[in-house]
C-alpha cells in the first residue's frame, strides 16, 4: 500500500478485503453495521458479495486522514475495473459500524 494505515481497525478491514477473507472482513463489523455507495444506503451483504468477494475486489490506498478513518484509494474488481474512490469509516469499540464509499 502507498499509504500507512493508523487505525487498526481500518487497516484490518482493508487486509479483510484484499485477501477476500470474509470470516476477517465480517468479523471487523457490527452486527448492525450500515453502509452507502455514493450516497446511496445499500445492504451491507448483498453489496460486499458483488462488489468484492464475487468480483475479485481489492484496495490500494493513496491516502489516509490524519484519524485514519477516511482514505483515498484505487478499487479494483473484475466488474468495474480501476476506479479512484473514497472511503470512510464510523469505528465503534474495535469494529466498523458504517462505512461509506463513492467516487473519488
Not at 452486527?31 to 455514493?38: A, H, I, K, L, S
Not at 478513518?69 to 458504517?98: C, E, K, P, Q
Request: no cysteine; proline share 3%; hydrophobic share 40%.
Amino acid at each position: 500500500m502507498a499509504a500507512q494505515l493508523t487505525d487498526p481497525v481500518v487497516a484490518g478491514f482493508v487486509a479483510a478485503l484484499n485477501a477476500g477473507d470474509k470470516d476477517a472482513f465480517f468479523g471487523l463489523l457490527t452486527d448492525d453495521v450500515t453502509m452507502t455507495d455514493d450516497g446511496s444506503p445499500r445492504d451491507v451483504t448483498a453489496w460486499t458479495d458483488k462488489e468484492i468477494f464475487s468480483s475479485a475486489g481489492r484496495m490500494d490506498v493513496e491516502s489516509v486522514s490524519p484519524d485514519g478513518r477516511s482514505l483515498v484509494a484505487t478499487y479494483s474488481n473484475s466488474t468495474w475495473g480501476r476506479m479512484r474512490t473514497r472511503w470512510s469509516f464510523t469505528v465503534t469499540g474495535d469494529r466498523i459500524s458504517h462505512f461509506e464509499t463513492g467516487q473519488a
